[in-house]
């Protein structure tokens, strides 16, 4: 089965940004999509952003504008760019792959914004 590992993530100040990033261990064309889901404590999962094989993206509508996903195919690797961090950006985000409508998920790496 695929391997996602996911680096980055942290803790920076309201506007400050932080960049996220997710390696699969096999071609990412095998997906249908990458990108993150992120859960915060005693709330839903909610999805962040995706890339689709066609370069399609998708973006909650609480990131739109402050967000950006982007892929090196060569490195099977996906990035999440966050900029304009606020303090509801907390949360922990989990990379996924689908393939069809199933998931496969990263160990999840914390975000906090906090001042």
């Known amino acids: 089965q695929v391997q996602l590992v996911e680096s980055g993530g942290g803790l920076v100040q309201p506007g400050g940004s932080l960049s996220v990033a997710c390696k699969a261990s096999e071609n990412i064309f095998n997906f249908n999509e990458m990108g993150w889901y992120r859960q915060a404590p005693g709330k839903e999962r909610e999805l962040v952003a995706g890339?689709?094989?066609?370069?399609?993206?998708r973006f909650a509508d609480t990131v739109k504008g402050r967000f950006t996903i982007s892929r090196d195919n060569a490195k099977n690797t996906v990035y999440l760019q966050m900029n304009s961090l606020k303090p509801e950006d907390t949360a922990v985000y989990y990379c996924?792959?689908?393939?069809?409508?199933?998931?496969?998920w990263g160990q999840g790496t914390q975000v906090t914004v906090s001042s």
């Open positions: 996924f792959v689908r393939i069809l409508t199933r998931h496969t």
């Open positions: 890339i689709n094989v066609g370069g399609r993206t």
